[in-house]
Each structure stands twice: as C-alpha cells, then as structure tokens.
C-alpha cells in the first residue's frame, strides 16, 4: 500500500515570504499525484496535479506553482503569499484512475 | 465539475440510519467516498466505478447510479464514530480526464 509522506505539519509565515511544501510517496510508481488545499471548515480544492514527471495540471489560476521534479515527489511552491493562501494543504497519490485516492497528513500553514 | 451533496448537515442518534446523495451533471468515470474528521486528513471509504454498482464497508455502503450521474452513501445502525464531514469526490467520464472534484461535504452529528 502506498505511504504518503508531507511536512511540515504546521507552518506559520509572513505575507510576502515565499512557501515550498513537499510531498514524497513509497509504494507505489508513476501514481498521479495531486495537491488540494482546505479553507476553515470548507470543502477540498483541487489546485493542481500531475500524472508523470514534469506533467503538470493547474486548476486554479493564482500565485501558487507546483513542480514534480521526481516520479514520486511532488512540489507546493510560492514566491509571494497572500494572507488568502492560508489553510489545510492536502497531498494526495492514486496508483491510476481506479484506484483509490489517498491523503497524507497535511500541512495547516497560517498566513500572517 | 464541482459534485452536489446533499444535505448540508444531519444530526443522528445513535442507532439511526442515514443516507448522504452525490450527482453531477455531467457522466462521471468514477465516485469517491470520504470521512473527515476536525484537524484531520480525509480517509477513503469506498470508490465505486460502474454502473448501479453498491459496494459495502460494515455498516457503510455505496451505490452508483450511472446513468443519473448520481451516487448515495449510506450508514446503517450509526455509531458515534460515524460522525465527521463527508466528502464525495467525482472523475468524470472520458479519456484523459484525471480531475478528482469534491463536493462541499456533509457534517455528521451522531449523538448518544
């Protein structure tokens, strides 16, 4: 089974400061990987996700980026936060479409 | 292509049966099923992928109606650790489509 792994668990950060969260997965090769993010009892946005090495799919349009710079690693990365960016970051790895989709433990980044 | 749920909230005594809907408006590849719980990452449920499939967790199931579009979860003789927010997540049909949207969610309330 596929082990998903994402940190920090917490972060706190200035507006303006830049961000990188990375998630790694084991078990499992060439999944489709993806990253939602989580506002304060609200539901689970899609921001981007990637189905190989260097594909990557954006779904919302703002000042987040991400990058899969290995097959099994997968980049959050902004230059700039806004106070808007703050929320629960989720990583998530599937080994193909009918496959479940699975979630690491998330990172609670709180914009200051 | 953001699933509906319905509904918003539902307040059970333990023992009690309840029933959380999911449709789209457009033909969907797959439905996922999750359960959150506050300050934590969601966990899978089930996934469902065909047509009037129903699959079975405990006292948990699922039922997929293709050709509305529509799925439906279901909790038997709830438990008070059936309570959380759940979440339904959709694929729609068609190749290439690796999308995993989420509905808003559905808090659960079991009490004694």
């Known amino acids: 089974s596929q082990t998903i792994h994402q940190w920090p668990a917490t972060l706190v950060q200035p507006v303006g400061s830049p961000l990188s969260l990375e998630c790694t997965v084991e078990?499992?090769?060439?999944?489709?990987l993806y990253w939602y993010r989580q506002a304060a009892g609200r539901g689970l946005q899609l921001l981007f996700y990637?189905?190989?090495?260097?594909?990557i799919s954006s779904e919302v349009p703002q000042n987040l980026s991400a990058s899969r710079p290995q097959d099994r690693q997968f980049i959050l990365s902004s230059k700039k936060l806004l106070l808007s960016d703050s929320g629960f970051y989720l990583c998530?790895?599937?080994?193909?479409?009918?496959?479940?989709?699975?979630f690491g433990n998330g990172t609670r980044l709180t914009v200051t | 292509q953001q699933p509906v749920q319905s509904p918003q909230a539902v307040i059970l005594r333990e023992g009690e049966d309840a029933v959380i809907n999911c449709s789209s408006s457009k033909a969907l590849y797959s439905v996922h099923w999750y359960r959150q719980k506050h300050g934590e990452a969601p966990v899978f449920l089930m996934i469902?992928?065909?047509?009037?499939e129903q699959k079975g967790h405990e006292k948990i199931s699922a039922s997929f109606n293709e050709k509305k579009q529509q799925s439906s979860l279901y909790l038997t003789a709830s438990q008070l650790s059936y309570s959380g927010t759940y979440f339904c997540g959709t694929e729609l049909a068609g190749a290439g489509s690796y999308q995993l949207t989420f509905g808003k969610g559905t808090k659960l309330s079991v009490i004694p």
């Open positions: 998530a790895s599937r080994r193909d479409r009918d496959s479940p989709l699975h």
């Open positions: 990637s189905v190989g090495i260097g594909q």
């Open positions: 469902l992928l065909k047509g009037g």
């Open positions: 078990g499992t090769s060439n999944p489709n």
